[in-house]
């Protein structure tokens, strides 16, 4: 089983990146995928979600409206695409599955299945 991230990098404050996320070794399109992140001396904090049918989302507050999820069952891949970027978004962004019947669930940090090993998102000036 593998997730792998992409797309991370340096930016100005106020620009964009589109983060990927590349699975292999499970049945993709039966998992529900998030992108969470983690800043240095600090927890990790969920950010996005979308479901196994795509249509439906979620999104932490800090990113709502800036920040939109997608998938692409086709191509085992799932996005996040990252407009006015802050330097407050600063942080190791990783991608992350487990089977949900429940969005909300998805929240919660603990009881993922897999994991990928993070790409890492730097907002500077």
């Known amino acids: 089983v593998q997730l792998v991230e992409s797309g991370g990098g340096l930016v100005e404050p106020g620009r964009s990146l589109r983060l990927s996320c590349v699975a292999s070794?499970?049945?993709?399109?039966?998992?529900?995928l998030s992108w969470v992140r983690q800043a240095p001396g600090k927890e990790r904090e969920f950010v996005a979600a979308?479901?196994?049918?795509?249509?439906?989302?979620l999104y932490a507050d800090s990113v709502k409206g800036r920040f939109t999820i997608s998938r692409d069952n086709a191509k085992n891949t799932v996005y996040l695409q990252m407009n006015s970027l802050k330097p407050e978004d600063t942080a190791v962004y990783y991608c992350?599955?487990?089977?949900?019947?429940?969005?909300?669930?998805?929240?919660?940090?603990?009881?993922?299945?897999?994991w990928g090993q993070g790409t890492q998102v730097t907002v500077s000036s």
């Open positions: 070794g499970f049945r993709f399109a039966e998992y529900a």
């Open positions: 979308i479901s196994q049918l795509p249509g439906n989302t």
């Open positions: 992350a599955s487990k089977i949900i019947t429940n969005i909300a669930t998805m929240r919660n940090t603990e009881g993922y299945d897999y």
